[in-house]
């Protein structure tokens, strides 16, 4: 499959979003789901999903500090795209958290809570696929700008997709209007990245879009989508029409 994945890179860089789905779903059949915090790109996703392959799975890491309104989308999810949400919890619950690394861990080392109740979980989660669908951009953070649509994730030895890698926040709120797909509240309220309780707030004028995520801290990522260290060139930021086939 790496050998296969090089091959096709390629030639999968000018495909759409439902284009790249295709090919993952016909390739990987019921080995293969997508992970979602129900974020904006999370939500067109799963619309661009369901008009591909209406069975399609989703998981979200429930670090159980989500916030109400990340918990009633889902709820929202469920119903909309008839699915059932595959919820992914550390071993830990917060309170043996607590009694195991002490109060409030994510204020004093944010990494290690992002690893407890995000990395390790996803770790043991993908155990169970051969590959799996993300909603992650290149212009997000700089650990993703180097993200393909198809590649070989070799933090977790398995194929990753990343159907919208070179779409722009302006496709997706576009995408989102025009198709009247639910999100997150919260986004209306200076929120443009959403996480934890504890480690989100809103934004203020002319911050990043993740300078809400960890504040205080020199942090932009939880280590989900943080390869492993390798000398690879960001790819150019081509804009596409935000147009999908539908069935």
């Not at 670090?63 to 909309?80: A, G, M, Q, S, W």
């Not at 993703?144 to 590649?151: C, D």
């Not at 159907?163 to 997150?184: K, L």
């Not at 203020?204 to 801290?217: M, P």
Request: charged share 25%.
């Amino acid at each position: 499959m790496k050998e296969h994945l090089q091959h096709i890179q390629p030639e999968a860089e000018t495909w759409r979003p439902d284009e790249v789905l295709r090919w993952a779903y016909a390739n990987f059949q019921g080995d293969i789901a997508m992970a979602s915090g129900f974020g904006a790109e999370g939500m067109v996703l799963m619309d661009i999903a369901s008009r591909v392959h209406p069975n399609f799975r989703v998981f979200t890491l429930d670090t159980e500090f989500l916030v109400p309104e990340t918990y009633d989308l889902i709820d929202r999810v469920e119903k909309r795209y008839g699915i059932r949400v595959e919820r992914v919890f550390s071993p830990l619950t917060p309170e043996e958290q607590e009694q195991v690394h002490g109060p409030a861990l994510w204020s004093r080392d944010p990494d290690r809570c992002c690893n407890l109740r995000k990395v390790e979980p996803l770790r043991n989660k993908l155990k169970e696929l051969r590959a799996w669908i993300t909603a992650i951009r290149r212009d997000q953070t700089v650990a993703r700008g180097s993200a393909r649509k198809l590649e070989w994730d070799a933090k977790f030895q398995l194929v990753k997709v990343n159907p919208i890698a070179d779409w722009t926040s302006a496709m997706v709120w576009s995408y989102i209007r025009r198709h009247e797909v639910p999100y997150n509240p919260l986004h209306d309220r200076n929120y443009p990245s959403i996480g934890c309780t504890h480690c989100t707030r809103a934004t203020q004028a002319g911050e990043d879009a993740r300078a809400g995520r960890w504040s205080g801290f020199n942090k932009t990522e939880c280590g989900l989508h943080v390869p492993e260290p390798q000398l690879v060139a960001p790819l150019v930021q081509i804009e596409y029409p935000v147009t999908c086939e539908e069935n």
